[in-house]
């Protein structure tokens, strides 16, 4: 009997939006075309143009013993190579930001392979081979898995990121990564707060109507109330009883 993943309950637009992005098989999607040597100079890992540096051989070279699980596993082109691991690292706005920290491990962990996610309160890492996470890196910024000013690209001094909006729309940061000149978010530092040699262009922040339609957020003030969707608050009420059960009736 075939299994059809559900993605999570709900029947509000947030609800469907979590369920779109989370599934594989919906491609996401693009809204923006920062290019591949715009998103090196945000992460900031390497020099555009500079060689992947490696923290090992490529496998084809190791001579690694005969193994089954290596016949069933095909490697990342970045492990396959060698290169090392990096990250980029994410803080949502509370304000009906496209995506939150859970959302996005969700999504990463059904859409790509080889990869570390981990969810903080108020931020959002992934971890993987370098030439891969390059790849995942132009999904994230370029899709409506992100708008320029309610989603930050931060790899340090994330905190404060989701308290307040500033007039302009923008969320605050502490490093000022970046800023809104001429309509557009342009990014002066990368994801550590190191400055840029030039300004990095990630595009218009999208307007209130697409955010609503778009975001995975509940909120009750300025978009979806979470308890609006019946049957989502139905599934969190039974997994929380379950769970209170066990701990202190198992038997039952």
């Known amino acids: 009997m075939a ?8 029947k509000s637009i947030v609800a469907e939006n979590r369920r779109k992005q989370m599934n594989p098989s919906v491609k996401l999607e693009k809204i923006r075309s920062v290019t ?4 090196v100079m945000i992460l900031g890992h390497r020099a555009p143009g500079q060689a992947y540096p490696s923290a090992h051989p490529p496998l084809a070279e190791q001579g690694e013993p005969d193994c089954p699980i290596r016949k ?20 949502d706005s509370m304000y009906i930001a496209p995506s939150q920290p859970y959302q996005r491990t969700y999504v990463e962990m059904y859409r790509y392979r080889g990869i ?24 994230l910024i370029n899709t409506n898995l992100f708008d320029p000013a309610r989603v930050g690209i931060r790899g340090a001094t994330v905190h404060g990121h989701s308290l ?18 001429g309509g557009s978010v342009k990014y ?26 778009n975001t995975t957020m509940f909120h009750s003030l300025v978009g979806t109330a979470f308890r609006d969707d019946t049957e989502y608050v139905e599934y969190v009420q039974r997994i929380h009883s379950l769970r209170t059960k066990y701990g202190f009736m198992p038997v039952e």
């Open 3 to 10: 299994y059809t993943p559900q993605y999570g309950p709900g």
């Open 116 to 139: 570390d996610p981990g969810t903080l309160s108020g931020r959002q890492i992934v971890e993987t081979r370098e030439r891969d996470l390059e790849k995942i890196s132009a999904d």
């Open 188 to 213: 002066v530092k990368d994801q550590i707060g190191v400055p840029l040699d030039r300004k990095v262009d990630v595009g218009k922040p999208m307007d209130e109507a697409w955010l609503k339609a």
């Open 72 to 91: 069933l596993v095909t490697p990342t082109e970045g492990a396959k190579a060698g290169d090392r691991v990096r990250y980029i690292q994410f803080a």
């Open 164 to 181: 307040r909006l500033a007039e302009d729309g923008m969320m605050f940061d502490m490093l000022q990564r970046c800023v809104l000149e």
């Open 36 to 39: 591949d040597e715009d998103i």
